[in-house]
């Protein structure tokens, strides 16, 4: 493939991944003065500012990540790993919606729970065919991970 054209794939990539998290910032960003500055959180929840800094290179990360299998010889099948992603990708908007539009932080969750496992079979499937791409998930993975934990300590602290 050119380069021209592999640009271009990389560029897709991202334009996908960054419309992903704009379609999850218009369903947060009103909640968060209102709705969410009321809830009780954990001493260790981290400032606002920081959530939109690291989304940001996470998505980045990811469409890379992404990208990297796309490009991959036709000898290679990467309709799996490509369905995993698109699946968690889905996953990680409809969070976003549940939580913040809809305020349903139990039912949240359990959709981030559902997330992970997709995040961890993306990650896994994702290292059959691209050992760097499966590592630029992996913090992506380590964060859902704090977010699920702080999504769940704040369902528990707002029973």
């Known amino acids: 493939?050119?380069?021209t054209r592999q640009l271009i794939a990389l560029?897709?990539?991202v334009v996908i991944c960054l419309g992903?998290?704009?379609?999850g910032s218009l369903l947060t960003i009103p909640s968060i003065p209102t709705w969410y500055s009321t809830l009780q959180k954990p001493n260790w929840n981290p400032p606002n500012w920081?959530?939109?800094p690291v989304w940001t290179v996470l998505y980045l990360m990811m469409a890379v990540a992404a990208w990297l299998i796309?490009?991959?010889p036709g000898s290679l099948d990467v309709r799996l790993p490509l369905t995993l992603f698109a699946i968690q990708l889905a996953l990680n908007v409809a969070w976003s919606g549940i939580f913040f539009r809809l305020h349903l932080v139990g039912a949240a969750f359990l959709e981030v729970t559902i997330l992970w496992i997709f995040i961890l079979a993306t990650t896994i499937a994702f290292g059959f065919v691209?050992?760097?791409?499966?590592?630029l998930m992996v913090p992506y993975l380590l964060w859902v991970t704090f977010a699920s934990t702080l999504n769940g300590t704040?369902?528990?602290?707002?029973a």
């Open 1 to 3: 493939m050119t380069t």
């Open 11 to 13: 560029a897709i990539s």
């Open 20 to 23: 992903a998290a704009g379609i």
């Open 50 to 52: 920081i959530f939109g």
């Open 70 to 72: 796309w490009r991959q």
């Open 130 to 135: 691209s050992r760097t791409a499966s590592y």
């Open 154 to 158: 704040i369902w528990r602290l707002n």
